[in-house]
Structures are given as C-alpha cells and as structure tokens.
C-alpha cells in the first residue's frame, strides 16, 4: 500500500510554478519574462519605418530569438544599429531595456531592395557620351549590388565613359564623368538677368567645368565671378 507523504510549503509552491510556466498560452510577462515574439515584431517594425522611401520594394526580415533566453519584461524596449551597421542588406540590430533590470540583445536581420537599376544597353566606348538609348533597366535586389548603383537615366545621360564598357555592364559614378562644357583659359560669356535687368559681360574661365558645375570667370580689371557653366561659352551669374 503506497503512502502519501505531505510535501513541504516551499517545494510544492515551486512545482506549481514550474507546472503553470509550462502551459501552453501561459504568457511569459505574467511571470516577470519579457515576451520574445514581441520583440522580435518590435525590431520588424522598427527596420520597415527605417527603410520608408527606399527605392524599389522592400522586404524585411528579422532573425529568430532564442527561445530559451530570459529577459526581464521591459515596458520600453529601445531598437538600435549598432556602431557600422545600416538598415541595408544582411545587417544586425540590438535591441535594449533601461529599466530596473537593464539588459541588451542582438538580432540578425536582412532587408532586401528589389528594384531597378541602369545597365548598357551596348557597348560603350571610352570617351563616349551617354544617350538614352544606351541606357536600359535591369530589375534586381539593390542591396547586392555593388554601392552606388545608378537608379535614374539622368544620373548618366550627358556624361562621358571613363572605360570601355560591355553591352549589360551596370553603371557606377566612378565610371563617368561630366563632358567640359567649359575649358580653362576660355573666353566665355557671363550672362546675369534679374527683374527688369539683363547684363552680359565677357570674361576667362579659370577652371574645367561640366554644364551645371561652379565655375569662376576672370573678368576685366581682374575681378572673380562665380557662375554655373552652360553650353555654347556661357556662364550663368546670379546676382
């Protein structure tokens, strides 16, 4: 015959905690743990506000906690990037609590950007001026791609080659550069018009300048104007 034996307050109220930890819908916060779901909805939401405006579609994805960890619950938790990350491609993100019982986690996370991007439309030579008709989209996740991937026909057009380029190649800033609408030592034509006023004066241009870059223009008895160079020898001044 088995006997029952009286188990001691301490113990049993233990057993009955651990009994009740275990049950399944039984929430964490209600025993002092921090919800780890939450958590991981929290740093979701944090990273598809940070990438608002992002061009193209973006699509987030935040790693799973370990569900064995224990935090204390936070009524505040604060989402950060940690010094060198960035909310682009694969990335990591803390997250922290301030409160009484202070404590901080990592996650690992990746926010992908598919969109579209300029590549050759056919080969191009070195030197060669940019057309719209050498330009074609490509459709891609931006975050593989490498920096600086031009996204905007206008970001090229007018531009010259600084290599030869193959039929497919995607465009970067470093590959171009602006075509010299103005050449050092030039005689070039400032033109300054205003309310009721139109001036124009001549004057020799002391740098290289592409169409829409500042150039400075030496104009009789030695004076320096800036202006913005412009096809055909003209310079714009404001005033």
Sequence with gaps: MLKHTRLPGWLTLILA?????????VSRAANGWQELPQLRQLATHWLQQQTTG??????????????KLKLANC???????????????KTSLGIRCAESSPWTIYLQAEVSVI???????TPLMQGQV??????????????????????DPSQAIGRSVNVALMAGAMLRPEQLRMQTVIKQGQTVRLNSTGKGFSISAEGAAMGNAGDGQTVQVKVAGGQIVSGVARGNGVVEVAF
């Design 130 to 151: 940019i057309t719209a008709q050498d330009l074609v989209f490509q459709s891609g996740d931006l975050s593989k791609l490498p920096p600086g991937v031009l996204t």
């Design 54 to 67: 992002l061009p193209g579609q973006v699509n987030v994805q935040v790693g799973a906690i370990d569900t």
């Design 115 to 121: 969109g579209q991007y300029l590549v050759t439309a």
């Design 75 to 89: 009524v505040a938790p604060d989402v950060f990037l940690p010094a060198g990350s960035r909310a682009w491609g």
């Design 17 to 25: 905690l651990v009994t009740l930890a275990l049950l399944p819908g």
